[in-house]
């Protein structure tokens, strides 16, 4: 007999239980083929990489099947009818791994570290990041001083902003001279 994995994902509104039932449904299909299922993992509820009929998220699982290919085949084509299964894939091996699965080990790293807000409470981490900035929901009275602040900076900004103004006005009269002067060129060119 041959050794193969398969992982299949199935709908994201099904329960746990159901999806044991899924998992304990192909298992029985491959044992009455004449094979085994050697490992069955759960995966949990996973975000799809993009959107399989219309779902972003499903429940993944896997197995690993020594059988022959008839019982293989027979439990492809159960996944294919069964309209929970939106997607599996199944592989042959040479050797099955031992042990959890890469997905499995990193998720117990993950339960290591103590989740995610478990490092420094719901900001986590070790930066400081300062001390906090006011709410937009605020009550008036906190924003009063921030806004009396930037009166005197406003204050300051306006003669820089009225020295530009003859600048600018003197800029108009510029570009006007500029084609005039270019049309007297323009007529003594036609006329050589």
Not at 126 to 131: A, F, I, K, S, V
Not at 147 to 164: G, L, Y
Request: hydrophobic share 35%; proline share 6%; with cysteine.
């Amino acid at each position: 007999m041959a050794l193969y994995e398969c992982v299949f994902i199935a709908r994201q509104d099904i329960s746990s239980s159901q999806m044991e039932g899924l998992v304990e449904q192909f298992g029985g299909i491959i044992e009455t083929g004449g094979g085994q299922v050697t490992k069955k993992e759960m995966w949990g509820l996973r975000t799809l990489a993009y959107r399989i009929k219309k779902k972003r998220k499903g429940h993944y699982a896997l197995l690993h099947i020594d059988a022959p290919i008839d019982a293989v085949h027979e439990m492809e084509r159960n996944m294919r009818i069964h309209e929970d299964v939106l997607r599996y894939l199944t592989l042959r091996m040479d050797e099955l791994e031992e042990g959890p699965s890469i997905v499995m080990q990193v998720r117990e790293r993950r339960d290591d570290r103590g989740g995610r807000f478990g490092r420094g409470g719901p900001r986590g981490g070790d930066r400081d990041r300062g001390p906090a900035r006011p709410r937009r929901d605020a009550p008036a009275e906190a924003a009063k001083p921030a806004a009396e602040a930037a009166k005197p900076e406003a204050e300051a900004a306006k003669p820089a902003a009225e020295a530009a103004k003859p600048a600018a006005e003197a800029a108009p009269a510029a570009e006007v001279a500029e084609p005039a002067a270019k049309e007297t060129s323009g007529e003594q060119e036609t006329g050589a």
